[in-house]
């Protein structure tokens, strides 16, 4: 039963931070951007 099958990772286009998550994240940890965050493919 895999799990992290709708895992995607995310990329912040201000800082370059990556992030995995189900969804995109509302802020960046590192810069504190706020809808900066893209998905990468
Ligand atoms: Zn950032």
């Given amino acids: ?3 992290d099958a709708t895992m995607a990772t995310f990329k912040c286009t201000s800082c370059g931070h990556e992030k995995e998550g189900r969804c995109k ?8 951007g706020k809808k900066t965050f893209e998905k990468k493919e």
């Fill in 1 to 3: 039963m895999g799990g």
């Fill in 25 to 32: 994240p509302q802020k960046c940890p590192e810069c504190e």
